[in-house]
């Protein structure tokens, strides 16, 4: 697929079926009315059953949709729920970045982010304010005082579906997070609809502190 490609990932199991199809269903057309990519509603749920008729276990399913209007979908095996071992992005990426409040094939910012902590499973991004974001494959939880909060849109970050469905659900508050209160917090996780709830323990040694 050539040009800018809109992405989905989600969470499928036997039984159960797609862990939050609406929102990712909601958030896809947004994506495709913003970037003038057509998308086919009926198209897009008959890949998805697709892609998942006969299998037996619970799978990742990757979802991509062209400027042309095509679909491609597979399902992949689920990734680990394991802790990660994360460290801080060097550099900040922009909060004004329309990007990165969409799931596309764009993933520069990400790219260099992991690039430069090369040791780390996974890394936590910040803005030009000092601010906290996201991972490169997820939304950021931070415990503190015994709540867990999430830095909010604003700050320059993909509106998650689970981050969604938490916030909703009471679960989680959101708040402007620093690298100071990173560096606080008692707990630290990565939330995202496929992989859930993931620890994430920092380690100075791959580069807590940003440059």
């Not at 997820?138 to 509106?159: F, I, M």
């Not at 938490?166 to 606080?184: K, P, V």
Request: with cysteine; proline share 7%.
């Amino acid at each position: 697929m050539s040009g800018l490609v809109l992405l989905e990932a989600l969470r499928w199991e036997p039984g159960a079926g797609y862990f939050l199809l609406e929102r990712h269903l909601a958030r896809l057309a947004g994506a495709a009315a913003r970037f003038g990519h057509p998308c086919d509603p009926g198209a897009v749920r008959a890949a998805l059953e697709g892609a998942v008729a006969g299998l037996d276990g619970p799978r990742k399913v990757r979802l991509a949709l062209a400027a042309d209007g095509r679909l491609a979908v597979e399902a992949l095996p689920l990734p680990s729920s394991r802790p990660l071992r994360a460290a801080l992005a060097p550099d900040p990426v922009n909060s004004a970045d329309p990007f990165l409040r969409f799931k596309t094939s764009r993933r520069e910012p990400f790219e260099r982010a992991r690039a430069g902590r090369p040791g780390a499973d996974e890394v936590i991004l910040w803005n030009e304010r000092g601010e906290l974001t996201e991972t490169s494959t997820g939304n950021l939880v931070l415990e503190r005082a015994g709540r867990g909060l999430t830095p909010p849109v604003a700050a320059g970050l993909l509106p998650g579906t689970f981050r969604a469905h938490l916030l909703e659900a009471g679960e989680l508050g959101e708040a402007a997070l620093t690298l100071e209160d990173l560096r606080g917090a008692a707990r630290v996780w990565q939330v995202s609809s496929v992989r859930g709830w993931v620890e994430l323990r920092l380690d100075a040694s791959v580069g807590e502190r940003a440059r």
